[in-house]
């Protein structure tokens, strides 16, 4: 299906800065990439209960880290997280499992250490209740304003310093700041307007988890439900419109209706 892609306006954009971009695209196809989602910004994974998240994200993890990302396999989220096949560091922030919570999912997912063994030290999931706690990502000032906290800046200092960081996982959103995100608009943009930034000064894709408010079992007609749509999906995603609005990408995960299930 043809997609359409803008690279600017004129006259701020000239015809042959539009060539140019537009040459830099086609190359980024030729490798295999996505040049409309694989840029380097913040995206949102969100999901009801129980749909198994940990276990992708780690899977995702281990695939961008081990270099196996898009070979041989079916890897999360296609080429919509990053275009490239080369390594790269991902750092995982966890703030609701333990370390041996996600060494048993490693197992699972990697049984004969093989993609372990390849990703080294670029794997750095990180069990935050271990770590000293989740930190808070941004604070009202006393004027009402937003920032950025001390502790985060530091964490962004010394990610900084990983030449070739591609993922950071937040995980989740709400582990990760001490106000309301789901009612207030104010605290949702600035949130996403430092991911997105963090995103671009550390040149890697950041992806949070969210938390999804459950389908309603049944239609008002009292029929099975029939797959969701993107309008259904959207309407589910805890919080204000502005949290969604910041970011490049959602990835809304809900079960199956029971028919389509089976």
């Not at 060539?19 to 996505?34: F, M, S, T």
């Not at 989602?37 to 940990?54: F, N, P, Q, V, Y």
């Amino acid at each position: 299906k043809r997609r359409d892609m803008g690279l600017g306006g004129f006259p701020d954009v000239t015809l042959a800065m539009a060539r140019e971009k537009a040459r830099e695209q086609r190359l980024v196809i030729d490798q295999g990439g996505d040049p409309i989602l694989a840029r380097k910004e913040a995206h949102i994974l969100a999901s009801e209960g129980d749909t198994g998240t940990g276990f992708l994200t780690l899977n995702l993890g281990l695939q961008l880290a081990s270099g196996r990302y898009l070979s041989g396999r079916r890897a999360p989220f296609g080429r919509t997280i990053l275009p490239s096949m080369a390594p790269v560091s991902c750092v995982m922030l966890y703030a609701e499992d333990a370390e041996a919570a996600l060494h048993r999912r490693l197992e699972a997912l990697d049984p004969d250490g093989e993609l372990r063994d390849l990703a080294g030290d670029r794997l750095m999931p990180v069990a935050m209740p271990s770590a000293g706690g989740a930190m808070s990502i941004i604070e009202r000032t006393p004027s009402g304003t937003f920032r950025a906290t001390e502790r985060w800046l530091e964490l962004v200092e010394q990610l900084s310093h990983i030449g070739d960081l591609g993922l950071l996982l937040i995980d989740p959103f709400s582990c990760f700041t001490a106000l309301d995100l789901d009612k207030e608009s104010s605290v949702a943009a600035a949130l996403s307007g430092e991911l997105a930034r963090v995103a671009t000064v550390l040149g890697c894709a950041v992806l949070g988890s969210h938390h999804m408010r459950k389908a309603e079992a049944e239609t008002k007609q009292g029929k099975a439900p029939e797959l969701p749509n993107h309008g259904v999906v959207r309407a589910q995603i805890r919080g204000v419109a502005a949290l969604l609005n910041g970011v490049r990408m959602a990835y809304g995960i809900v079960p199956l209706p029971g028919r389509y299930a089976r």
